[in-house]
């Protein structure tokens, strides 16, 4: 079996006097696929909060497998998030998912940020600003910014919203390549989304996703 790699116990958390997650306890293994679904409101950013580390549970504990780990979790945030107005290259998206200790030379990270515009399929499309991207292209785009520091786990939130339809299911059969070597989280209040890949249901809020052969 599959080592875990966080361990939530019994945490409380919320923010602005506002408690939204009540002793909940959740574990995700090494290359696990974790489906994790809900309406507005019921603490699913707040658990992505908590895993990253951004906010401290107000009870209970998170236990990481090592201390490097928290370095190690690549976070692809909702694309209606990205300020398409903002002056960047799909290159430079890319390139700041890399982390700013490490000692890798510049050409390294340019070969590591090269490497993954390929794997991502975005050579074509590399020097255009954000703001002339489609749906899907964003979605690769945020998605090799994600990848790039080799996560040992991959948190998506809302990753089918504000996408082209067409590209979808390409976008999950990329998931299935990454979930070979990468734990996934897949945030999502579309459960017929997050269904279309479960091998079995935990709660109508949290579902574990089939981990490909």
Do not use: W
């Not at 958390?13 to 489906?35: C, E, M, P, T």
């Not at 908590?50 to 090592?66: D, F, M, Q, R, T």
């Not at 976070?75 to 990205?82: A, L």
């Not at 499309?125 to 703001?131: D, N, V």
């Amino acid at each position: 079996m599959n080592e875990i790699l966080i361990d939530i116990k019994n945490i409380r958390a919320g923010y602005n006097g506002k408690v939204v997650l009540h002793d909940l306890s959740l574990k995700i293994y090494q290359q696990d696929f974790l489906g994790i679904t809900g309406a507005n409101g019921c603490g699913k950013t707040t658990l992505v909060k908590v895993i990253l580390g951004l906010i401290k549970p107000l009870s209970g504990e998170v236990c990481y497998a090592h201390k490097e780990l928290k370095k190690r979790i690549g976070y692809m945030p909702q694309t209606n998030y990205i300020d398409r107005k903002f002056p960047i290259l799909v290159s430079e998206v890319v390139a700041s998912g890399l982390s700013s200790g490490g000692k890798m030379t510049p050409s390294q990270k340019k070969e590591k940020v090269s490497g993954m515009i390929r794997e991502m399929g975005l050579e074509k499309i590399s020097h255009r600003p954000i703001g002339e991207l489609s749906g899907g292209q964003l979605q690769r785009t945020l998605l090799a910014r994600a990848m790039v520091n080799t996560p040992e786990l991959l948190i998506l939130d809302e990753p089918n919203a504000y996408v082209d339809k067409s590209f979808e299911t390409h976008f999950y059969e990329l998931l299935q390549e990454i979930n070979k070597k990468t734990a996934i989280v897949l945030i999502s209040h579309d459960l017929d989304a997050v269904a279309a890949m479960a091998k079995h249901s935990l709660s109508l809020s949290v579902m574990r996703c089939t981990n490909p052969e």
